[in-house]
């Protein structure tokens, strides 16, 4: 057996800096193994099962470097960064590449970036934890960034630019997958609301390939259906539901296939766009404790400490799902230590579930990395609610991160606010800035006792701070929906 190791540790790779940086593969059992990389050299030796394990002294940025790994063989590495790793994930708007996003040409032709880099897994999923996948690094540059993750690429050339340092992305993810997928199976037992999705997953995952081909016929059959009704201007027929054991609903699997192998390479934290799959009412209401839940997994099985975790709260767009639930749900999961979120409600695109500006998304998680990460003192977040007074027949309303004041972004008057009475009935209301506060009322709201903002799935909302970072989305009661 010869000395082998994980794909992810291959020419171009990036290695976290100034932390210890596990490195480790596989070998004869009681094999010697030499890591040695920028003046150190590690000693290993391989387990009774054949796997091997160092971990490497922190290092300073730098590079590139030449890594090898000795035993009855070599391997050599090269061009080797020591940076800033970032995990990215979740579902088809972190796989939404950059040359399917705003100006390609312009982008791609200044994309000539040799300590930018990026590994994209496969897209697979098992029903029990896996010790590799395939994938492989490539540099950012004209002929490579064009299938980067656009969110990745922006958010890694922003850090890039703003601290001068490698940074390596590791884009994990896949379009349509819900939450569930990405998680530990012991993060879903013992949770009588989170256990069911356990049932017959080992079954489910195993006959994928058979689920797959019958799920292409009936997608084959919808299109004529949907041609022919779209031609005679009758009702279009419904699309095919996926099937149980379909990947972007299986539990654990994406965990098991696409985020375990890397489990524990160092990295300076995660980044995650995800929750349009879980967006229907149950699962939205879920997603309180299944996206917490999954942050948490994820950092006990690094053993890095709670890492930063940055997300992206979901954007505008015209859907029949309950879109305000799932991002109040993104919202509540800002109460575990070391997240940060980037609200999107101002960039989206009503009837395209894929917006096209993907570098403001980059941009504004770079924000919160910078923050989060790496200890800056600046705004990184757009105004956030924190308490509510009533005044007469109005409300008042108190933010968070209100950085140079609050402001309409267009400088018109605000909108996107409702009021309602202890009956629960929202209407449209008026609003106006005082101070960093904003007061809001309705002459048909005598007793008011609560207010929403932007509380809609594509709603018109323009309050931001002077920053020009957007309001989040809002609700001041606990009216179950």
Not at 102 to 121: C, H, K, Q, V, W
Request: glycine share 10%; net charge negative; hydrophobic share 40%.
């Amino acid at each position: 057996m010869s000395v082998s190791v994980p794909s992810f540790i291959s020419d171009n790779m990036v290695i976290q800096a100034d932390m210890p940086a596990p490195l480790w593969g596989w070998a004869q059992p009681g094999e010697s193994v030499l890591v040695a990389i920028n003046g150190q050299q590690v000693l290993s030796e391989a387990d009774a099962t054949g796997k091997w394990h160092v971990k490497l002294e922190p290092m300073s940025h730098g590079g590139p470097y030449e890594l090898t790994i000795t035993g009855a063989n070599t391997i050599a590495i090269s061009n080797v960064a020591v940076g800033e790793i970032w995990l990215a994930s979740g579902q088809s708007n972190m796989q939404w590449i950059v040359a399917d996003c705003a100006n390609p040409e312009e982008e791609l032709g200044a994309s000539d970036y040799p300590m930018i880099r990026e590994f994209t897994t496969e897209r697979i999923h098992r029903s029990a934890p896996q010790e590799n996948m395939n994938g492989e690094w490539f540099v950012s540059g004209r002929a490579t960034t064009g299938q980067f993750s656009a969110v990745g690429y922006y958010f890694a050339r922003y850090l890039h630019r703003e601290l001068g340092v490698p940074v390596g992305i590791i884009n994990s993810s896949w379009g349509g997958s819900m939450c569930i997928p990405w998680m530990r199976r012991q993060d879903l037992e013992g949770d009588p609301d989170l256990a069911p999705y356990l049932d017959n997953i080992v079954e489910a995952i195993d006959a994928y390939p058979g689920v797959q081909q019958h799920y292409e016929k009936l997608l084959a059959a919808y299109a004529e259906e949907y041609e022919a009704a779209h031609a005679a201007g009758e009702p279009l027929p419904p699309v095919p539901e996926l099937p149980p054991g379909y990947p972007t609903r299986a539990a654990t699997g994406m965990w098991n296939a696409m985020i375990h192998p890397l489990v524990p390479y160092a990295m300076r934290g995660a980044i995650w766009y995800q929750g349009e799959s879980d967006a229907v009412l149950d699962l939205a209401l879920l997603y309180r404790k299944t996206f917490s839940t999954m942050i948490s997994g994820w950092r006990e099985a690094w053993g890095q400490g709670d890492f930063p975790f940055l997300f992206v709260q979901l954007a505008n767009f015209n859907t029949d799902t309950n879109w305000p639930v799932l991002r109040e749900a993104q919202l509540q999961t800002l109460s575990l230590p070391n997240t940060a979120m980037a609200v999107t409600i101002d960039i989206g695109d009503a009837i395209d579930i894929h917006p096209k500006n993907k570098q403001d998304v980059g941009y504004r998680l770079g924000l919160a990395a910078r923050a989060a990460a790496y200890g800056e003192d600046l705004v990184f977040s757009g105004p956030i609610y924190s308490g509510m007074t009533v005044e007469g027949d109005a409300i008042r309303l108190a933010f968070e991160h209100t950085g140079g004041g609050l402001v309409a972004k267009d400088g018109k008057p605000l909108v996107g606010f409702e009021i309602a009475a202890g009956d629960r009935r929202f209407v449209p209301a008026a609003a106006r800035i005082d101070g960093h506060t904003v007061v809001v009322g309705s002459p048909d709201v005598s007793t008011p006792a609560a207010v929403r903002y932007a509380w809609a799935n594509n709603p018109a909302c323009n309050l931001c701070n002077a920053e020009g970072l957007p309001a989040c989305p809002f609700r001041t009661d606990d009216w179950e929906p």
